[in-house]
């Protein structure tokens, strides 16, 4: 996939909405809202940095709206299935990403290669490894608080493992996805995919 400009601009589009929904929000008198919305923002600016190929950037751009969406306007109390929605698509988004990264800075050895079935299984696994494993901590967060304040993020143990299992779909779904990247295509969109990836 060949980065273009204009692949950019609708990237860039989409994170600048933030702001302007940050905006709305502090006119309406949500000040809270607008804060967070900006933060969002800034963290959707991370892939950006890093120069992450456009699509990992793209998923983690709509991992965090539906979080976003969840949040600030209201999506989890008016949709129930909203919860389970962004225990999947977060770790769909953020675990590729993070497994990208670790191959870039040569914490993890390099998973993706020319003719190397084995390489794209191991991405694979290792991306669903990793997802259900962030989403455990998240698991404890949400435990910790329900017993140290008055939230109720774990009504029950059915909602602890939909989120669970949730986060193993999407992780699955994402290392699916890399390892279909990096293998698919014409030769030299394979080599171009794999430069992306790895350097």
């Not at 702001?19 to 809202?33: D, Q, S």
């Not at 962030?134 to 304040?149: F, R």
């Not at 008055?150 to 779909?169: E, F, G």
């Amino acid at each position: 996939m060949t980065l273009r400009r204009t692949d950019l601009d609708v990237l860039d589009a989409l994170r600048a909405a933030y702001l302007v929904w940050a905006a709305v929000e502090l006119i309406a008198g949500h000040p809270g809202r607008a804060v967070g919305l900006v933060l969002t923002f800034a963290l959707l600016l991370v892939p950006r940095w890093l120069r992450v190929p456009w699509p990992f950037d793209l998923a983690f751009i709509v991992g965090w709206t539906a979080q976003s969406l969840g949040k600030f306007a209201g999506f989890w109390s008016k949709l129930p299935w909203w919860d389970t929605l962004v225990h999947t698509v977060l770790p769909f988004a953020v675990a590729p990403l993070i497994v990208v990264l670790l191959v870039r800075w040569r914490v993890l050895p390099r998973l993706f290669g020319e003719g190397e079935r084995r390489r794209a299984i191991g991405a694979l696994l290792v991306t669903a490894a990793l997802a259900p494993g962030i989403g455990s901590y998240y698991e404890i967060y949400e435990w910790v608080m329900d017993k140290t304040t008055s939230s109720h993020y774990q009504p029950n143990n059915d909602d602890t493992m939909t989120d669970i299992t949730a986060n193993v779909i999407g992780g699955l779904a994402g290392g699916a996805v890399i390892a279909a990247w990096s293998a698919g295509g014409r030769p030299t969109e394979r080599r171009r995919a794999r430069r992306a990836l790895d350097a």
